[in-house]
C-alpha cells in the first residue's frame, strides 16, 4: 500500500500551489484522507482533512479561508490547494488515509502515510 504526494516546490509569499495525494484504490476506499505538515525543528502539524463522502472537511485554524481540501474519487486523487501562501507554511506535506471514512484531525487514526512533497514559501 502506497500513498504518493506530489505538487510541492518554491513559490513567493502570496503564491498559491496545488498539492496531490494518490494511492491504490484499495488505500483509499472508504477512508478519510489528510493533509499533514513538519516544518524543521518543529511537530509534525494537521493541516486538513476530507471525509470519504468528501462533504465534511476540517481545517487546522491557520490555513482555513487560504487552503481547500477536495477529492476526487474518479481518479483517486486528493488535492490541497494552498492559496494565500505565507513564510510560516514552509514545510513538508505528507498525506495520510486514515482507518475510518470521518474527516479527524488526530493522527493516530490515520495508518498508511506516503512520503511527503516539500513546500517553501519565500517572503
Known amino acids: 500500500v502506497q500513498l504518493q504526494a506530489y505538487g510541492g516546490g518554491l513559490v513567493q509569499a502570496g503564491g498559491s500551489l496545488r498539492l496531490s495525494c494518490t494511492a491504490s484504490r484499495r488505500t483509499f476506499s472508504n477512508n478519510a484522507v489528510g493533509w499533514f505538515r513538519q516544518a524543521p525543528g518543529k511537530e509534525r502539524e494537521f493541516v486538513a482533512a476530507?471525509?470519504?463522502?468528501?462533504?465534511?472537511?476540517v481545517y487546522l485554524d491557520a490555513v482555513k479561508g487560504r487552503f481547500t481540501i477536495s477529492r476526487d474519487h474518479a481518479k483517486n486523487t486528493v488535492y490541497l490547494q494552498m492559496n494565500s501562501l505565507k513564510p510560516e507554511d514552509t514545510a513538508v506535506y505528507s498525506c495520510?488515509?486514515?482507518?475510518?471514512?470521518?474527516?479527524?484531525?488526530?493522527?493516530?487514526?490515520?495508518?498508511?502515510w506516503g512520503q511527503g512533497t516539500q513546500v517553501t514559501v519565500s517572503s
Open positions: 476530507v471525509a470519504y463522502r468528501g462533504g465534511d472537511t
Open positions: 495520510a488515509a486514515a482507518r475510518g471514512s470521518a474527516a479527524t484531525r488526530n493522527p493516530i487514526y490515520y495508518n498508511y
